[in-house]
């Protein structure tokens, strides 16, 4: 309620991904709106914890320019408690901002599974927790170099995205880039 600027485009944002994205997917997928719209509402709710919890590092870093991460350290709390809750107070925005992408998918023929939904969501708070104290970890170990935070983070962030094959299918990519599917394969198939 303090920054209602951050708030709003927290929230928008998946859906400028969803409405300047997803047509052009849709184009490229030969006008099939519902199919896209079943495998690229879940990337965008990977996008949001991505960049989501990734930002609670910047987070800290303010905090610790401003004092007010040193006036929380003298608090009667573990430091453990400290870093979980920042990381756990991520996933209020995230379950929201689901919700709205959902929301805002299901006229366009988003076809809804509720206990995958379920399941995808609790999938991705678990991996934003770790992610957090990832992002946390980083804002510490270079909080005297805040530029170096932000380019570990972007460096991390987008070939992460790309070379999951999130946005995009590697499948057409040229061969390095198939690595990863490779792999991936012979270990699914070595798991059977």
Same mark, same amino acid.
């Given at each position: 309620m303090r920054d209602p600027f951050s708030v709003i485009f927290s929230l928008v944002q998946p859906l400028v $991904?969803?409405?300047?994205?997803?047509? !052009? !997917?849709?184009? *490229? *997928?030969?006008?099939d709106m519902a199919g896209t719209l079943q495998w690229f509402v879940p990337v965008i709710l990977v996008m949001v914890a991505l960049f989501g919890t990734a930002s609670t590092g910047a =987070?800290? !870093?303010? @905090? #610790? %320019?401003?004092? +007010?991460? @040193?006036r929380t350290l003298v608090a009667p709390l573990s430091r453990s408690a400290l870093l979980v809750g920042r990381a756990l107070k991520e996933l209020v925005p995230l379950v929201i901002q689901s919700t709205i992408v959902v929301l805002v998918a299901l006229p366009f023929g988003f076809s809804l599974d509720v206990p995958g939904l379920i399941a995808g969501l609790a999938v991705l708070a678990v991996f934003g927790i770790g992610f957090g104290a !990832?992002?946390? +970890? &980083? *804002? &510490? *170990?270079?909080? =005297?170099?805040? /530029? #170096? $935070? /932000? #380019?570990?983070? %972007?460096t991390l962030l987008f070939p992460l995205m790309i070379l999951s094959g999130m946005l995009l299918p590697l499948e057409d990519g040229p061969a390095w880039m198939q690595v990863g599917i490779v792999v991936g394969v012979r270990a699914m198939k070595r798991a059977r």
């Open positions: $991904f969803l409405g300047l994205f997803g047509p !052009l !997917l849709v184009g *490229a *997928a030969g006008g =987070n800290l !870093l303010f @905090e #610790m %320019q401003t004092g +007010s991460h @040193e !990832l992002s946390h +970890s &980083l *804002a &510490l *170990a270079r909080r =005297n170099r805040d /530029w #170096m $935070f /932000w #380019m570990v983070r %972007q």
